[in-house]
């Protein structure tokens, strides 16, 4: 018993951690692309930071439970909605049968994360239950959620009382609005940044690309100025790192996401560093972006500094 | 050969790039380099990608510093051609050419300017190189065809091609690990599945392995397929 999806808004699909290590094969990590959130939902539930949950794109779903359970919402604002009353982000609170909690469209942010207490049962597949959408694998049978699907809890704690209360109501302070005009994303200078021309720097690291529709968790396909190249910008294909910006003759850079393809044959002029992945999977279609470069080492201490805020937020709420 | 370039792809891999064409000789230099990571386990190592020229590492930058990294992979890329390295592991594939397996089959023949048992044995006649897997789950690069099987793809792509399906793009030639679009001529079925995400291991091969095609009859196809159905093969 779990819940029943009356609706699965624009794209609703089981992510957790991902599935690493199949690089070399030719599937790419996948799981949350914010995993920050991902991760920040599950604590609140009681969970591990990387349990499967569900990401909702740009507008949410609408899910019936038939069985009671801890549920926790975090990333984007889809203003939540349980029995037709606002229900809270970023605090954990019990769901009973019967009750409804529906998402509409998000207010700010690009991708809501639901946890479940106890997490879903399904099957691991390579290894993991996030969904990679291109290969059709993890997840609800491989793909997005669509109505009628029924979802199972693997372990609620309903049945349990002293545990719900446990876990209910945890709260911590709400992520930082996703709603900037602009958010500045650090990148580390790409294996082909020499494929670019002077001007061609000038206008990636100077300019602002607005997000378009054509993204999604592959990439996110960005518009703005374009950067020049000495040459073709096609190569002899390459392994895309996670977050590498890749630009293709046309000169507008796509950055590449968790489910991208895992080799590519475009020039790479940056990579994101891990610290803002989440930044970018947040900004939605017309939201701008920036590029700075960082180092290395500030680029390693901001993945530092995000750990150990998690790991001091797991150790405040017991899990 | 130059030495090769190590720079960082992003705050959490590095990347190896010994060159930029296709080549025998870059792509061993990349295997071998990965060959030896797999076998030093270095600490803080998560994983490694093969590519046509150049090796992709994906590290825990808490428990290996990119400085230290870098001056391991240069060590060990320094090492030259494999060494020791022993003969490449070759896969047979068996594939039903032609007819409803291959519907494109006659586009090459008439391409080639040869016969359809020609076009067949070239294509079985030599061990084809996997470069690197990518694109699709299980997807290889194979190197090596016969130029004269040559085909430019089709002017439309099809829009769902049949798992194990053996085409022929250009230059080069290769399998459809799973039902997917695309524009290349069909010549085959290989009855085996090449990925199952539901097998361990998932995959049938990788980057360094060698593809040898055999021709099967329909049905030796249809009785290979039927015994993976049910599992015994």
Known sequence: MGFLVRSPGLLASVQGSGRPGFLRSGIAEGGALDLKSLAIANLLAGNAPGEAGLEMTLAGAELEFTLGNVVAIAGADMEPRLNGEAAPMYRSFAVQPGDVLAFGPARSGCRAYLAFAGGLELPLVMGSKSTNLNCGIGGYRGRGLKAGDFLRFAAPLAPLRIAVRRVEGRRIAPAEGFGSPVAVLRVIPGPQAESFTEAGLEAFYGGEYAVTARSDRMGSVLEGPAVGAKGPTDIVSDGIPLGGVQVPSGGQPIAMLADRQTTGGYAKIAVVIDADLGTLAQRRPGDRVAFSRVSLGVAQRASRREAAALAALARRLGS | ?233
């Open chain 2, 1 to 233: 050969m130059p030495r090769p370039s190590v720079a960082p792809a992003g705050d959490r891999a590095i990347v190896v790039s010994f060159g930029e064409e296709i080549s025998e000789e870059l792509n061993d230099a990349v295997l071998a380099l990965d060959g030896r990571l797999q076998s030093e386990r270095i600490e803080g190592v998560l994983e490694t990608q093969p590519t046509y020229r150049s090796l992709l590492v994906r590290y825990d930058p808490d428990r290996a510093s990119f400085r230290s990294l870098a001056r391991r992979l240069r060590r060990l890329a320094d090492g030259g051609a494999p060494a020791g390295a022993g003969p490449a592991r070759v896969v047979e594939i068996p594939v039903a050419y032609g007819g409803p397996y291959g519907e494109d089959l006659p586009d090459v023949v008439r391409h080639a300017g040869l016969s359809e048992e020609e076009v067949v044995a070239r294509h079985c006649s030599r061990d084809y190189r996997i470069y690197m897997l990518g694109f699709l789950p299980g997807f290889a690069y194979l190197g090596g065809m016969d130029e004269a099987l040559a085909t430019p793809r089709l002017p439309t792509p099809r829009k769902a091609i049949p798992a194990g399906s053996v085409g022929i793009g250009g230059a080069q030639t290769g399998i459809y690990p799973q039902r997917s679009p695309g524009g290349w001529r069909l010549i085959g079925r290989t009855p085996l599945r090449p990925y199952d995400p539901d097998r361990d291991p998932p995959f049938l091969y990788g980057a360094g392995d060698r593809i040898r095609f055999r021709p099967v009859s329909e049905a030796e196809f249809l009785d290979l397929e039927a015994r993976i159905e049910a599992g015994e093969a």
